[in-house]
Each structure stands twice: as structure tokens, then as C-alpha cells.
């Protein structure tokens, strides 16, 4: 399979914990993005990257989120202190950055997040 | 800033009749728009995307999208609506002028194809 892979599909955690999700893009996919969706609403645009450098994060992002792109590949999602408010479906989405900018993004399946 | 407008949360059409589902953006410069698929359990699936050129564009599953400039407007269409049509639709702009610019989302329209 040459898509967008995302690990763990499903993660349940107690509120306060943190958690870390894992984001593989396709491999010749220069940009990353992270999402977040609620049920029956759009994704919600968290960050995203350009090989290894974070281009952009949202303002609506709490210091308590962190992502990285260590090597231009895999990209991570960390959630410290995790609150019930934080249950959401976390998409990860890969691109070429085309020099025209046109490029299309491709999702993964999404990590599922409940916090109890 | 870039934003997108889906004002239907949903829309209902029997089988075999069109169907349309509307999209409005604004972005500072020159629009890149999509549209993506979402069924239930699954992840956005790309339908299509207009760049430059022509004002209809073609995409999968018979989905067409037309780009109007001066209404701000990218809205969805297919000719004849199945059941599996039946979805959450996506709307998202990019500001193409940018190259830094990322993708926004609109809210989403559940597409509802009766039999």
C-alpha cells in the first residue's frame, strides 16, 4: 500500500495523558499536513510542512500540541495533557509542492481520538 | 485569510435526477479549489480540482465542477445521481499565489440520494 498510513487507527486515554500519533506520507510527497475532525464537520487545518520545516500552525492550536518532521518523512503529533475537548478524528495528508502550487492532497484514514 | 462557504449542510435528490452542491471561497489571489468525498468510516478521497484553464473541470465517480470567477463560486454537479453518490462533500480552497499557502476546508455537505 502507497498511501497515506496513520498509526494508531484508534487511541483511547484517560484525560491528562499525553499522546503521540504517527503520520507515514507517500514517499515521494515533499508537503504534510495535519487536520482535525469532529463529526459532521470539516477538517480543521492544525499544521503543516515542507520537508522538514513547519511552515504554518494554527493560532487555534494550544501550546499543549506539538508536531515534528524530524527527516522530511514521518511526521508526529504529540498531545500533552490531553482534555476531553481533544477527542477528534487527527487526518494527516501528503502532497507534492508543485511549483505552480496545484497539487493535490491525499488523506490518510485517520487517527481517532477519545478521551474519557 | 482564505475561506470557503458550503451553505447546505444537505442536499437530497433522487436517483437519476442532477444534483448540485454549492461552493463559495475567498482567497487573496488566484483560487486552486477541490473537492473531496468522505464516506462513512473512511478517509477524504480526492474528486477533483481546478487550477487554471477551463472553467468545467472533470473529476471521478462523473463528478464535473464549474469555476465561476465573478460569483466566487466552484459548485459541484454530476448529470444523474446513483445512490452510492450518497456522502459527505468537501469544498477546499488553496490561495495559488502563495506558495506557502495551505488547504482550508468548508463544513461539509451530506449529499442524500434517494432510490
Known amino acids: 500500500d502507497t498511501g497515506v498510513s496513520q498509526n494508531p487507527r484508534h487511541k483511547i486515554t484517560k484525560r491528562g495523558q499525553n499522546v503521540t500519533f504517527r503520520c507515514d506520507p507517500i514517499?515521494?510527497?515533499?508537503?504534510l499536513y495535519w487536520y482535525r475532525q469532529t463529526l459532521g464537520q470539516g477538517p480543521e487545518f492544525l499544521t503543516y510542512?515542507?520537508?522538514?520545516?513547519?511552515?504554518?500552525k494554527s493560532r487555534l492550536l494550544s501550546d499543549r500540541f506539538s508536531a515534528e518532521r524530524p527527516k522530511g518523512s514521518f511526521s508526529t503529533l504529540e498531545i500533552q495533557r490531553t482534555e476531553q475537548g481533544d477527542s477528534a478524528m487527527y487526518l494527516c495528508?501528503?502532497?507534492?509542492?508543485?511549483?505552480?502550487?496545484?497539487?493535490?492532497?491525499?488523506f490518510g484514514q485517520g487517527t481517532r481520538l477519545t478521551v474519557v | 485569510a482564505q475561506s470557503v462557504a458550503q451553505p447546505e449542510d444537505q442536499v437530497n435528490v433522487a436517483e437519476g435526477n442532477p444534483l448540485t452542491v454549492k461552493c463559495t471561497y475567498s482567497?487573496?489571489?488566484?483560487?486552486?479549489l477541490f473537492w473531496y468525498v468522505q464516506y462513512p468510516n473512511r478517509g477524504l478521497q480526492f474528486l477533483l480540482k481546478?487550477?487554471?484553464?477551463?472553467?468545467l473541470v472533470k473529476g471521478s465517480y462523473g463528478f464535473e465542477a464549474e469555476f465561476n470567477k465573478s460569483q466566487t463560486s466552484f459548485h459541484l454537479k454530476k448529470p444523474s445521481a446513483l445512490v452510492s453518490d450518497s456522502a459527505l462533500y468537501f469544498c477546499?480552497?488553496?490561495?495559488?499565489?502563495?506558495?506557502?499557502?495551505?488547504?482550508?476546508f468548508g463544513s461539509g455537505t451530506r449529499l442524500s440520494i434517494r432510490p
Open positions: 495528508a501528503s502532497s507534492l509542492a508543485m511549483i505552480s502550487g496545484g497539487a493535490e492532497a491525499f
Open positions: 514517499s515521494e510527497h515533499n508537503r
Open positions: 510542512f515542507q520537508n522538514e520545516a513547519q511552515l504554518e
Open positions: 482567497v487573496s489571489g488566484n483560487p486552486y
Open positions: 481546478y487550477i487554471t484553464g477551463d472553467n
Open positions: 477546499a480552497v488553496r490561495d495559488g499565489d502563495s506558495s506557502a499557502s495551505k488547504i482550508i
